[in-house]
Structure formats: structure tokens, C-alpha cells
């Protein structure tokens, strides 16, 4: 009973930040909701008394599909807040993706797909995924890239559903890859594109990689001898392995796969110390992860003068900050740059000063994702 009432405080919580527009208090309560272990076991009980009425939904008009704006919509409607949820205004469109609806630094230019478009351009070269092109929880975005462009497959962001939730608590793991696409990830592909010649010959990683996009901007930008994307939620590393299918003809020379990869087990004997570079982005906000990441790290890492992870997180409270001592207690250094590109340090200024407004409610302590460069050896 406390944990119902948990989540009901959680998911008012949500609502009454997206009622007022206040992404940042509604992407903490979001988080929340979505990797809380404990919490996951009582929003599934929440959804199965949900997924039996079938009164209050028709009422609501939200579908079962719609985790995180049905719930926000249902403690709306029980607390008498008045107003339309983002999903009943955007329900058809297709455009309707976490990252690129609401909030980024929009740094590579990019546009959506509807489904029908995209299965019929593709259908003869990948035939295996038909069926999973025409499932209308996923959506396509095409990324514009210097020298070539991508294919992307995104989840929708009003698709989370029980079956997801079943998936998290059976692995253990959480749902951030599948909830929302997070903007330091889109950061983190075009600090590659601008220094793609530190990739050039290297065996590459990226951890709690989401649906891909660094690890395929890599792939298909650097002339990286070989790109790992890899993720701890099974369902992720679908969705990885779907985006590197449709796109293998621009890759080049460069091998790529996905991996499912948890930090906190012990890797095979053949990855040991053996990537040039790991990459990551947003992947120090959960501090039971820390240690985890910091011996995944080091033992990925290859011992070498030349050898270092790029990290791009922001700093989330004291988050970041706990990471980069958990870093030097397992004998690694790390430098923290603020001001890492030009482009990507001028709108964070212009949103700070309230120049540009195209980003709502934006905090530099939860947008901004600083740059963290690891390695094994002192300068």
C-alpha cells in the first residue's frame, strides 16, 4: 500500500509538471517511475488494475500503450487538473519522438519518416524486419551526416507498456533507453563528428548506448576499424541491432555490432582490455551504478598511453561529481571540460540567458552535459 501511494505521489508529480510546462521536475519523477526496482513493482500492479478498467481509460481516452502520460493523465483527472496531455494533441503524428519533440541542442540536422514511407524504400534489402517496420510504436528519423546520412528506428515516446515493464524487472534493469532518447546523447555524436580522426584505426565502445546514434555516427563518420554498441536492456539491443541492419551499407570497411553488456557482471575474457576509445553519454545520474561503471571502464579499457573513455554527462546535483571520485579511487585519471565546442558552448549560453527559447524550462545542472575524458595513465 505505501508503495501505491508512492507512486501515485510520483506519477501527481509528473502531471502537474507537464500541466506547467516544468520538464526538469517531470524528468526526475520520470526517472523515478522508470528504473526504481521497487517502484516498478508497484507501477505494475498500478497498470494491472489500469489495464481492467476499461471505463476510466475510454473516459480518459488514452490507450494502454501510453505509460507515462495515461499515468500522468489518470492523477490529473483524479486531482481535477484540467488540460490536454501533450499525447492527446500529438496522437497522430509521427514526428512525436522524446528527444527531438520538446527539448536539444538540435546539432545534427534530422527529420522523421513516417513508417509506410520507410518500409517501402527499404523493403526489398531488409525483409527480415518487415513486419517490425509496419508495428506503429516505432518511428524513423533520418540524421544528416557530413559524408553520408542514417536511418534511425525510435521507439515512439508514448509506447512504454507492461510487457517493458515485466522486461525490467526480469533482467533487473532499468527502462531509460526505451522512455525517452536523452539530449547529451545527440551531443555526444556530433563531438565525434568533429573529432573523428581520434576514432580513425581504433576499436570502439559505447556504453548504455540507447538506441545507437554516437556508436553509428562512429560507425559511419570516423573510419573506425570497429564500433561496439552496447546496452544492458535486451530490448535496447533490438533496437541496436535493427538501426545497424538498415544501415550497413554505410559503414564502409568499419565492422559494427551490438552487445547486451551489464556493467555490474563479469565480461568475457576476450574484451578485456582491449577498446581504443569508450564513449558514453548520461550514464553517471544513477549513483548505485558508479562503481560498476568505473570497473567496467577500466577493465574494457586497453592499457595504453592512447587509450581513454569520453564521457558526456551532466552534472545532475552531485552526481557527476561522486563518479569522478569513484574514478580515481580505482587508480584512473579524468579531467572535467565544460567548454568542449564552440556551437554546443554557445546555445548552452543563449538558453541560460534566456536568449533562445526553443528549449522550456532549461537547466544547465540536468541539460548540460559536460565533456570527461578517462584514462588509465597520468599525463
Known amino acids: 500500500m505505501f508503495l501505491f501511494i508512492v507512486y501515485i505521489y510520483l506519477s501527481f508529480l509528473i502531471g502537474?509538471?507537464?500541466?506547467?510546462?516544468?520538464?526538469?521536475?517531470?524528468?526526475?519523477?520520470?526517472?523515478?517511475?522508470?528504473?526504481?526496482?521497487?517502484?516498478?513493482?508497484?507501477?505494475?500492479?498500478?497498470?494491472?488494475?489500469?489495464?481492467?478498467?476499461?471505463?476510466?481509460?475510454?473516459?480518459?481516452?488514452?490507450?494502454?500503450?501510453?505509460t507515462k502520460y495515461h499515468t500522468a493523465a489518470i492523477i490529473c483527472w483524479l486531482c481535477g487538473i484540467k488540460g490536454t496531455s501533450s499525447y492527446q494533441q500529438n496522437k497522430d503524428n509521427t514526428n512525436n519522438i522524446s528527444r527531438k519533440a520538446l527539448r536539444g541542442f538540435k546539432l545534427i540536422e534530422c527529420h522523421s519518416l513516417p513508417i509506410s514511407q520507410l518500409t517501402e524504400s527499404l523493403v526489398n534489402a531488409f525483409n527480415k524486419y518487415e513486419n517490425d517496420l509496419e508495428c506503429q510504436k516505432d518511428v524513423y528519423v533520418c540524421y544528416k551526416l557530413p559524408s553520408s546520412k542514417l536511418n534511425l528506428i525510435y521507439r515512439r515516446d508514448d509506447s512504454l507498456g507492461l510487457n517493458d515493464i515485466e522486461t525490467s524487472n526480469r533482467y533487473n534493469i532499468d527502462t531509460t533507453g526505451l522512455v525517452c532518447c536523452w539530449p547529451s546523447e545527440e551531443v555526444l555524436a556530433y563531438y565525434c563528428i568533429n573529432h573523428s580522426d581520434m576514432f580513425r584505426s581504433k576499436k570502439v565502445l559505447e556504453l548504455g548506448s540507447g538506441y545507437g546514434l554516437?556508436?553509428?555516427?562512429?560507425?559511419?563518420?570516423?573510419?573506425?576499424?570497429?564500433?561496439?554498441?552496447?546496452?544492458?536492456?535486451?530490448?535496447?539491443?533490438?533496437?541496436?541491432?535493427?538501426?545497424?541492419?538498415?544501415?550497413?551499407?554505410?559503414?564502409?570497411?568499419?565492422?559494427?555490432?551490438?552487445?547486451?553488456?551489464?556493467?555490474?557482471?563479469?565480461?568475457?575474457?576476450?574484451?578485456?582490455?582491449t577498446f581504443d576509445i569508450i564513449v558514453a553519454s548520461d550514464c553517471t545520474f544513477f549513483k548505485q551504478f558508479h562503481q560498476s561503471l568505473a570497473r567496467i571502464v577500466k577493465s574494457l579499457l586497453k592499457p595504453s598511453a592512447t587509450s581513454q573513455a569520453i564521457f558526456l554527462s551532466p552534472k545532475r546535483g552531485y552526481s557527476l561529481d561522486k563518479f569522478l571520485e569513484i574514478i580515481k579511487e580505482n587508480g584512473m585519471c579524468c579531467e572535467l571540460i565544460e567548454n568542449y565546442d564552440p556551437t554546443v558552448w554557445n546555445l548552452h549560453k543563449k538558453y541560460v540567458a534566456g536568449d533562445d527559447r526553443t528549449w522550456p524550462n532549461y537547466d544547465k545542472e540536468h541539460c548540460y552535459p559536460l565533456l570527461v575524458r578517462i584514462s588509465s595513465f597520468s599525463e
Not at 37 to 62: G, N, P, V, W
Request: charged content about 20%; overall charge neutral.
Open 214 to 273: 554516437a556508436g553509428l555516427v562512429i560507425a559511419a563518420s570516423t573510419n573506425a576499424d570497429e564500433v561496439v554498441i552496447s546496452d544492458g536492456n535486451p530490448q535496447v539491443v533490438e533496437y541496436i541491432q535493427k538501426n545497424i541492419s538498415i544501415n550497413a551499407e554505410t559503414f564502409g570497411e568499419t565492422k559494427v555490432k551490438s552487445m547486451i553488456l551489464h556493467w555490474d557482471k563479469e565480461q568475457a575474457t576476450e574484451l578485456l582490455n
Open 16 to 66: 502537474a509538471s507537464l500541466q506547467h510546462n516544468n520538464q526538469v521536475k517531470g524528468e526526475r519523477a520520470l526517472i523515478w517511475l522508470s528504473t526504481s526496482t521497487t517502484i516498478l513493482k508497484a507501477r505494475r500492479c498500478f497498470l494491472m488494475i489500469l489495464q481492467r478498467s476499461s471505463s476510466l481509460r475510454s473516459c480518459l481516452h488514452i490507450p494502454m500503450s501510453s
